[in-house]
């Protein structure tokens, strides 16, 4: 277990695919605020204006934790940050299911017409929630894509 934490290539693996997954869904919402205002509206949580508000403010928030934990910067708190969203839109979507509500969760398109929610949303939340907590615990932070890539000279035996 103790290498899971530190395994580098496993670390930037994850960031990659978890900050992939917050930049489309961010880039999604951004395009078309007004649909995810609706998206946001069919919860049956918050008022049209609370919506516009998260409609403005979410998206921006996704794509900038997505890409800072792409590039390494800032990388905990953007897994702290990511964490929370997880954890408020799995609540949001276990009520939106406990209400009997037949909406799409408003993630990756803001067609009212697309998948609808359920257990399935549940579960993959809780699996990138894992994650996320898997990620802020893991040891070697300071490692990004910069690093990763930049060529290590050749180091000759004297």
């Excluded at 897994?79 to 954890?87: F, H, P, R, S």
Aim: glycine share 6%.
């Amino acid at each position: 277990m103790k290498s899971l934490l530190s395994n580098t290539i496993l670390i930037l693996l994850v960031r990659i695919f978890l900050g992939g997954i917050f930049v489309v869904a961010g880039l999604d919402k951004i395009t078309d605020l007004q649909a995810f205002a609706n998206s946001v509206l069919q919860y049956k949580v918050v008022g049209p204006m609370l919506a516009m508000c998260t409609a403005t403010f979410l998206p921006a928030l996704e794509l900038l934790c997505g890409l800072s934990l792409i590039i390494g910067l800032y990388p905990r708190s953007c897994e702290l940050l990511i964490i929370i969203m997880l954890m408020g839109f799995t609540i949001l979507v276990s009520s939106a299911l406990v209400r009997g509500l037949d909406i799409s969760c408003g993630c990756f398109t803001q067609d009212p017409n697309a998948s609808k929610i359920g257990y399935q949303k549940i579960l993959e939340n809780c699996g990138l929630l894992f994650l996320s907590v898997w990620l802020l615990f893991a040891r070697n932070q300071d490692i990004n894509l910069f690093q990763f890539f930049r060529k290590q000279p050749n180091k000759s035996i004297t």
